[in-house]
């Protein structure tokens, strides 16, 4: 572990911010219609910050910069290369459905608005201070408004990004609050040094609480968590479908390193309160999720609230890390929430993949009977898209079943009667689950297609192939998901050392 004023902390996001800048000036002498050049120059961009940022979680270092407001270590560099990873792979799906629809006509916006909101999601995840985190969570989120509200001539995006601004504003002023509280309880913004303060029992317990209270409100709406959910489905149904997969993939990622942050490394002393927190909100989203993605139509809807289901089990994982006091939970029950956020997200790149593949000029594939017969019209695709729907319900081989295995296992090693509890509550809800996820694999594979579907899916090169590698992941990870759960595992063993030491 490494404490010094560094600016090693930060060369990814200079890098990201100098070439968000250096590419909307090359953009405004860009002519075409799908902003080739633009499109490149962001491709190169990410592809380099992710590598970067491999590089330094593979030397396993823990780096404070900037007095501790930035800190640089495995699990957050890790979760911004696969965040950088994911824009990557959304661009790519989205850039002709953005085109066909005139997003890109007026100027490169979606790419630059994308970089900036991935520049937010490296702050966020990179923060060590409470300002900074906030800081980060406003520039990804205000980004986040612009791109639901591309489409300007269109109601339904404005809509949806009216109500996105709107609540997103509510949860920021929640967060901000209780962080305010905690603060001044503890009087320091620095995550370690909150720690300290919590830890040392000195601080009215109350006071703490009433903040956390606030704080586990602002993340639980970052994450989508029921009750505070209800911007979801509105923003995933209204927003473009290539922005939905902007909001939808990397996102998730910072939403569940802030968590880590806050709870895990500036409040940990203070788990045995945010964890009865956690159980109502996972059990909560586990049951209307999975009911209410039941009777959806809309594809995209029914993803949101599978989205809402799919956060129930991260939730779940992070209250199993500390049990009657003692941390020893904590290093498989984290790593299995890492695992499963990361897993998550490279199944819903391949599920809003197919859809945007089908999508066409006047035409938006987002009901579920859109994908009637799709097997008859692609074989390939019609298979990524069941290999998607098989690991989001938890169907081996796929990763999506790791995934689940390895919270239901961290949940049954806290060997206490409610946490089996749990582990049999959120079993039954899988099997809920499973039934919306295979109608959708029915109607691809037994519904004739419907009249006047062209026979022929049009697709780039580029999307034909990453998409093929996205669904080869699934199996390949759910089949030999050590390396990845390795991985996760030790990055969350290295922050927890940061807490002892």
């Given amino acids: 572990m490494i404490d010094t004023f560094s600016w090693i902390t930060v060369y990814p996001e200079i890098i990201l911010l100098v070439m968000a800048c250096v590419i909307a000036l090359v953009d405004l002498g860009v002519k075409t219609p799908l902003r080739g050049t633009t499109y490149i120059l962001t491709l190169l961009t990410l592809a380099g910050v992710a590598a970067l940022q491999a590089f330094y979680a593979m030397q396993g270092e823990t780096v404070y910069g900037f007095g501790k407001m930035v800190v640089s270590d495995p699990m957050g560099n890790w979760l911004k290369c696969f965040a950088a990873v994911a824009l990557m792979v959304s661009l790519v799906y989205g850039r002709p459905y953005a085109a066909d629809r005139d997003m890109m006509s007026r100027g490169g916006e979606y790419f630059t608005l994308s970089l900036f909101s ?26 986040s408004y612009a791109l639901v509200a591309l489409r300007r001539d269109d109601a339904t995006s404005t809509e949806a990004a009216m109500k996105y601004f709107v609540l997103g504003a509510l949860a920021s002023g929640f967060l901000l609050y209780g962080l305010s509280m905690i603060y001044g309880a503890t009087g320091s913004l620095t995550l370690n040094e ?21 704080i586990v409100a602002g993340l639980a709406f970052k994450l989508g968590a029921v009750p505070f959910h209800m911007w979801l489905p509105d923003v995933y149904q209204g927003a473009p479908t290539a922005v939905t997969l902007l909001i939808g993939a990397a996102p998730q990622l910072a939403a569940f390193a802030i968590c880590m942050r806050l709870l895990v490394q500036g409040m940990l002393p203070l788990a045995i309160d945010w964890q009865q927190m956690l159980v109502v909100l996972a059990v909560g989203s586990l049951l209307v999720g999975n009911f209410a993605a039941i009777a959806q139509t809309n594809l995209k809807r029914m993803l949101a609230f599978s989205t809402i289901a799919q956060m129930g089990f991260v939730l779940l994982a992070m209250l199993a ?32 993949g ?27 695709y019609a298979g990524v898209m069941a290999l998607a729907m098989f690991s989001l319900a938890g169907i081996p081989p796929l990763v999506g ?42 109607v691809m594979y037994f519904d004739a297609p419907n009249v006047g579907m062209p026979t022929a899916i049009v697709a780039g090169t580029d999307a034909r192939i990453v998409l ?3 669904g080869g992941l699934l199996l390949v990870l759910g089949l030999a998901p050590g390396g990845l759960m390795t991985l996760c595992g030790d990055a969350i063993a ?3 050392k940061t807490l002892v030491s």
């Fill in 118 to 143: 991935l520049l937010g999601i490296f702050v966020m995840i990179s923060g060590h201070n409470f300002l900074v985190i906030y800081m980060g969570l406003e520039l990804m989120t205000l980004s």
């Fill in 194 to 214: 909150v720690f300290q303060a919590i830890a040392s029992r000195q601080v009215k317990h109350q006071v703490l609480v009433f903040g956390l209270v606030f």
């Fill in 321 to 352: 890390g500390v049990v009657n006091g003692h941390q020893f939970n904590a290093e498989s029950a984290y790593g299995a929430a890492m695992f499963y956020v990361i897993t998550y997200v490279l199944t819903t790149l391949a599920a809003f």
């Fill in 354 to 380: 197919i859809i945007l593949l089908l999508a066409r000029q006047g035409h938006e594939a987002e009901e579920i009977s859109d994908l009637a017969g799709l097997n008859q019209r692609s074989p390939l």
């Fill in 401 to 442: 079943f790791y995934a689940k295995l390895a919270v239901l296992q961290s949940l049954m090693a806290a060997q206490q009667t409610s946490y089996l509890v749990l582990t049999v509550f959120a079993v039954l809800a899988s099997l809920l689950a499973a039934f919306y996820y295979l109608r959708v694999v029915k």
């Fill in 468 to 470: 093929t590698l996205n």
């Fill in 494 to 496: 290295s922050l927890v």
